[in-house]
């Protein structure tokens, strides 16, 4: 009978390989992936639907393909943090209380390859289902039955921002679960960050104008812009979520290392 | 990977581990011969899960060090972990998986290469703890006695030089034990084991070492014959049938017998001497009594104290 061969090489993201396959297997093993894209499909484009179908009949104008992208944005931007952050929430938090997270460290299992497996895949199933399959429906449907036509190459773009946005919750929602024990708290930082983001904003810039566009909830004036065409008003919003995201994964690594269990 | 391992595969200096005011662990100092089945006593709260989370790397001491396989349990904690299998006291594994895909994950931090050779791996591993029938079910509907077998499966899945397991009886009904420990002498044969308990009948049966442990100090820590040995006193038992006088006369004016005591064991007089010289006490102990008093001897031997009376002695002693 053969032998499996043993693994030499120890590096700082050790188990890598086996973190994904294991992340992958709680979005396919049980469809969780087919019944998040129908939920969200029902919350983002049939809201959408809704709005442009419902206009015309209740004696309005038919909306034009800019209210099709501004309704299809303030959807996103409105539902997919909250989507993200309930989906995400326990997926730290829970390995741990349930003592599956302490057996997964006593194999050579880098507790940053934990992070980075969790992040990644989240990222890929998250981003696939709520921007990736939402943008193409959406887009259909805008030129469908909005007034006009949207472009493809910014519509996509646009996404991207989209996605960069759900990004700055997944990373900030893992670095929770990083620091806090208790799912409640972890929910109520979160979701009173996502409610208070404009307040925050607007305090901050007291102190520093800046502050008012390094916040996530500025991307959604991004989105509008690179959709619609318009003149980008600055790239400040993307690069400082790009940074946000960064610094919300190491934080939550520096923390998750100092975890005693 | 396989680790160069000196004399002691475990070394514990000054280890200590306080939460907040509580000192879990006080300067303990402990050393774990390669080959041995280290047997780590104490009472409920007295340290011993906290110590095999340091080795684990799950905790960071406070203060100190440990060193196992020769490497800093805290610096090289991945590597040591790649030659380490661990049964935890309360295993928790991910519910919606099969035992037979708990032990494939397991087996992939290990292993990389060919799957086929991985299944053997678990298919060897699965059959080693008998749960060849269930191994294909969610572990959701096992049993403890079941959870604690996978819970061995997948500690050994890796050949580890070195086995740590946490009570891995204390759940078990006496069927469940016997086979955990016999799953354990097997695995003697590649690796050290490890292992806390509060079982002593356990202990004794399978020990080579043991160390005893009480609110966070180390008491002692000795190869198991030492410990059952009476300190430096020869002690010889003689059970006998009927009035033991003469006998009891006949052996206390040996002049190599130190001292006698009658005391009674099951009903029947049992004399406790204490000799100055083994040899001669094997040689004209029992000759004595045979041929010279007018007892029926039934019992002869050493007298070694039971694991339990030391415990006990060194726990209430420490208090």
Same mark, same amino acid.
Request: proline content about 4%.
């Given at each position: ?63 034009? &393909? ?19 952050? %309930? ?15 302490? $057996? ?35 887009? %259909? ?27 700055? $919750? ?13 799912? &409640? ?19 901050? &810039? ?33 690069? &400082? ?12 690594? $520096? ?7 | ?30 050393? @774990?011969?390669?080959?041995?089945? #280290? ?5 409920? *709260?007295? *340290? ?20 196992? #396989? ?20 309360? =295993?928790? +594994? ?6 037979? /895909?708990?032990?494939? #994950? ?35 509907? #096992? ?24 009570? =891995? ?33 356990? @202990?004794?049966? @399978? ?17 198991? *014959? ?9 002690? +010889? ?10 006998? +009891?006369?006949?052996?206390?004016? /040996? ?65």
């Amino acid at each position: 009978m053969s032998q499996p061969t043993s693994r030499d090489n120890i590096g700082p993201l050790n188990g890598l390989d086996n973190i994904l396959s294991l992340e992958i297997s709680k979005w396919v093993g049980e469809n969780r992936w087919l019944i998040q894209s129908g939920i969200w499909l029902i919350l983002v484009n049939g809201l959408m639907s809704l709005g442009l179908v419902l206009a015309p009949l209740q004696g309005a104008d038919t909306p034009s &393909a800019r209210d099709g992208v501004v309704m299809f944005a303030e959807l996103l931007f409105s539902i997919g943090p909250v989507g993200v952050i %309930v989906l995400t929430q326990g997926d730290l938090i829970n390995e741990t209380q349930d003592g599956s997270m302490e $057996w997964m460290l006593t194999a050579p299992l880098s507790r940053a390859a934990v992070l980075v497996g969790k992040f990644v895949v989240n990222s890929v199933f998250l981003l696939s289902i709520a921007v990736l399959l939402q943008g193409t429906v959406g887009f %259909v449907l805008i030129n469908r039955f909005a007034e006009g036509t949207v472009q493809l190459v910014p519509f996509l773009v646009s996404l991207a921002v989209h996605g960069l946005h759900l990004l700055f $919750w997944i990373s900030l929602t893992l670095m929770l679960g990083a620091f806090v024990k208790k799912r &409640a708290v972890l929910l109520g930082a979160s979701i009173g960050f996502l409610l208070f983001q404009g307040l925050i904003g607007t305090t901050l &810039a007291r102190i520093h104008p800046i502050f008012q566009e390094i916040l996530p909830g500025v991307l959604q004036r991004t989105v509008l812009e690179i959709a619609t065409g318009e003149t980008l008003s600055g790239y400040l919003p993307v690069l &400082a979520t790009g940074a946000w995201i960064i610094l919300f994964l190491g934080l939550a690594i $520096w923390s998750f290392n100092r975890v005693e269990f | 990977m396989r680790l160069k391992v000196s004399r002691n595969i475990i070394e514990t200096f000054n280890l200590t581990k306080l939460f907040g005011p509580v000192r879990a662990l006080n300067g303990v100092n402990l050393e @774990v011969p390669k080959n041995s089945i #280290f047997g780590f006593l104490g009472p409920n *709260g007295s *340290g011993k899960t906290t110590t095999i989370k340091l080795l684990l790397g799950l905790q960071k001491p406070t203060n100190g060090t440990a060193e196992v #396989f020769g490497k800093d349990m805290v610096q090289d904690s991945l590597e040591i972990r790649t030659s380490i299998g661990y049964l935890a006291q309360d =295993p928790a +594994y991910h519910d919606h998986m099969t035992a037979r /895909q708990i032990l494939n #994950f397991r087996a992939k931090f290990y292993y990389s290469g060919s799957k086929d050779a991985i299944q053997n791996r678990v298919a060897e591993s699965i059959e080693l703890v008998d749960l060849d029938d269930k191994a294909d079910r969610p572990i959701k509907g #096992f049993s403890e006695g079941e959870k604690q077998r996978l819970g061995i499966a997948q500690a050994q899945i890796n050949h580890p030089d070195l086995l740590i397991l946490d009570e =891995p009886a204390s759940s078990l009904d006496p069927m469940g034990r016997r086979d955990v420990l016999n799953i354990m002498r097997d695995l003697k044969k590649h690796s050290t084991i490890f292992y806390s308990t509060h079982i002593l009948d356990d @202990v004794q049966r @399978v020990s080579t070492h043991v160390a005893i442990l009480k609110l966070g100090y180390m008491v002692t820590q000795a190869p198991i *014959g030492d410990l059952l040995k009476c300190g430096n006193e020869l002690l +010889y038992y003689i059970t006998v049938k009927g009035d033991p006088s003469k006998a +009891y006369a006949l052996i206390n004016s /040996q002049d190599w017998v130190t001292g006698v005591t009658i005391e009674n064991t099951e009903g029947k007089p049992t004399l406790i001497v204490n000799v100055n010289d083994s040899q001669i006490a094997e040689d004209e102990l029992l000759k004595l009594v045979v041929t010279e008093s007018d007892n029926t001897v039934t019992k002869f031997g050493k007298k070694e104290h039971e694991l339990e009376e030391i415990f006990m002695n060194m726990v209430e002693v420490q208090q």
